[in-house]
């Protein structure tokens, strides 16, 4: 720590003469102070925990007020000898309080927003999911709307709707600038200036009220370490100065995979994902908390493999009666030819099935993660449950296109716990057009058909992963519902 009054000068060492000595003493700098977490600190150190969060806090706060992010009567406030736990406004807000301040970015379709209960909040992660692209995109806007059949379920086009929305006054919009953070290719701007000149509510704003790509800020973050970096120091800045009212990461996986190896099946490499992913968690809910903003992240997914029928159970014979196939006596043959008949006779029914509307979700046991992922990932399994007069027997060729559709959304369950919805794009063939596996290249919009599904939202009912959704398309401009199509436009 003889680094602190070399960095800060003006630092208060003396509210903190209990945790300098042994600080100095484990070799800990500033920068070790801003990097590694307080309980890492707090371990090598042997020091309370809370002290150590205290003083890593106040350092942090100290070098923002030099960069002009927070004002000096803030940091004395909040810093100065202890936090101040007494302040209890932001958990006495009442349920009218909540409304009030609700503040939504639409996406400019009546069906669509429906299906969000307004649109996409601030102060919650969101997370749009689906697959990706199948060819490389077209940046010109002349040839985007030909390349859609080669293009994946349409994360990008949903998510660069919302970066001009989130512009617009209330209640399209937040009337604030925007960030989006890639992983993977940089921000399309000939894509958002088709959107802007498409789309008849945005091409009939005057200049003044229309959203402009100068208040886009981009950034790319080409690994890991980097995304960590910005995420933790950059974009609170940022906000902080810019007022954003919305963060785009995309896709939030993208890095994560990248940094896999042969070894990172292992209990180390997977404990180490897990705490990654929940610093992340954290990181993103503090962001959209504090300063009252949307982050809406795009998700890659992995095929899912399941069996097309489930497995018998398998019988344990027992040592005291096993079965004799072969046998001296006279009677040998008869006795085996009955033990090989019961030997391959396959097993009652269980006495206790499930019920009949859940039986097409039966292919694991009920508290499995394998089943229960039906309910959250936007994928299911099997097709939705029906009532029992309904009940139809499903052809072995529809459960294999069922199994090849479903999909698991990546990082786990461990990163589904930290957003608060999950918005599934699904893609499928349309098998009605030219018949099953037809390889026609007609119309682009006839031979593949989108689908929108709310898996699960904290504010709203959403759409669930049984059934179809909301099917839509991506049009010049950006994303519109097929159920409600404004007059002259195609």
């Given at each position: 720590?003889?680094?602190?009054?070399?960095?800060?000068?003006?630092?208060?060492?003396?509210?903190?003469?209990?945790?300098?000595?042994?600080?100095?003493?484990?070799?800990?700098?500033?920068?070790?102070?801003?990097?590694?977490?307080?309980?890492?600190?707090?371990?090598?150190?042997?020091?309370?925990?809370?002290?150590?969060?205290?003083?890593?806090?106040?350092?942090?706060?100290?070098?923002?007020?030099?960069?002009?992010?927070?004002?000096?009567?803030?940091v004395l406030r909040e810093y100065e000898g202890h936090l101040d736990i007494t302040d209890t406004s932001s958990l006495s807000r009442n349920g009218s309080a909540i409304v009030t301040k609700w503040s939504?970015?639409?996406?400019?379709?009546?069906?669509?927003?429906?299906?969000?209960?307004?649109?996409i909040p601030t102060g919650y992660i969101t997370e749009v999911t689906g697959?990706?692209?199948s060819s490389l995109f077209s940046l010109h806007f002349d040839v985007v709307l030909t390349k859609h059949r080669l293009s994946g379920a349409g994360k990008t086009q949903f998510l660069l709707s919302l970066l001009i929305t989130a512009q617009l006054p209330p209640p399209y919009g937040l009337s604030r600038p925007t960030v989006y953070i890639s992983t993977e290719h940089p921000l399309p701007t000939p894509r958002l200036t088709q959107i802007l000149r498409t789309h008849t509510q945005l091409s009939s704003l005057t200049p003044l009220q229309?959203?402009?790509?100068?208040?886009?800020?981009?950034i790319q973050t080409p690994d890991l370490e980097s995304q960590d970096h910005i995420l933790a120091y950059q974009v609170p800045v940022l906000l902080a100065r810019h007022n954003a009212g919305l963060i785009v990461i995309d896709s939030i996986a993208a890095n994560y995979r990248a940094e896999r190896s042969s070894t990172s099946s292992s209990g180390a490499a997977l404990g180490l994902r897990t705490s990654q992913l929940l610093k992340?968690?954290?990181?993103?809910?503090?962001?959209?908390?504090?300063?009252?903003?949307?982050?809406?992240?795009?998700?890659?997914?992995a095929d899912r493999f399941a069996p097309t029928s489930p497995s018998p159970p398998q019988t344990r014979q027992t040592s005291a009666s096993p079965p004799h196939f072969l046998s001296s006596s006279p009677h040998g043959s008869s006795q085996g030819m009955q033990s090989l008949d019961a030997a391959i006779m396959p097993p009652p029914p269980p006495s206790n099935p499930l019920p009949q509307p859940y039986q097409s979700l039966s292919i694991y046991p009920p508290l499995t993660l394998d089943h229960q992922q039906n309910f959250f990932t936007g994928w299911s399994s099997g097709p939705p449950p029906r009532l029992h007069?309904?009940?139809?027997?499903?052809?072995?060729?529809?459960?294999?296109?069922?199994?090849?559709?479903?999909?698991?959304?990546?990082?786990?369950l461990v990163w589904t716990n930290q957003i608060a919805c999950r918005i599934a794009l699904v893609k499928k063939r349309n098998l009605g057009f030219g018949g099953e596996g037809s390889s026609s290249t007609g119309d682009g919009e006839r031979l593949w058909k989108r689908y929108m599904k709310i898996a699960f939202a904290s504010w709203g009912p959403g759409t669930g992963s049984m059934g179809k959704g909301i099917e839509f398309?991506?049009?010049?401009?950006?994303?519109?519902?097929?159920?409600?199509?404004?007059?002259?436009?195609?």
């Open positions: 720590m003889t680094d602190l009054l070399h960095t800060l000068p003006n630092f208060p060492t003396k509210l903190y003469t209990n945790l300098i000595p042994s600080l100095e003493r484990k070799l800990i700098t500033t920068t070790d102070l801003l990097t590694l977490e307080p309980l890492e600190i707090a371990r090598r150190a042997q020091l309370p925990l809370l002290d150590v969060r205290r003083l890593t806090r106040h350092v942090l706060a100290t070098l923002q007020s030099q960069l002009g992010v927070l004002s000096e009567e803030r939504v970015i639409s996406t400019l379709d009546p069906i669509l927003d429906s299906a969000l209960s307004g649109g697959e990706r692209f229309k959203p402009s790509l100068s208040r886009i800020f981009s992340l968690g954290h990181q993103l809910r503090s962001l959209a908390r504090e300063h009252d903003c949307a982050i809406v992240v795009s998700n890659q997914v007069h309904e009940q139809t027997p499903q052809s072995a060729s529809q459960r294999s296109v069922q199994n090849q559709n479903s999909k698991t959304p990546a990082l786990g398309e991506i049009w010049g401009g950006g994303v519109r519902s097929l159920v409600m199509k404004p007059e002259g436009e195609e």
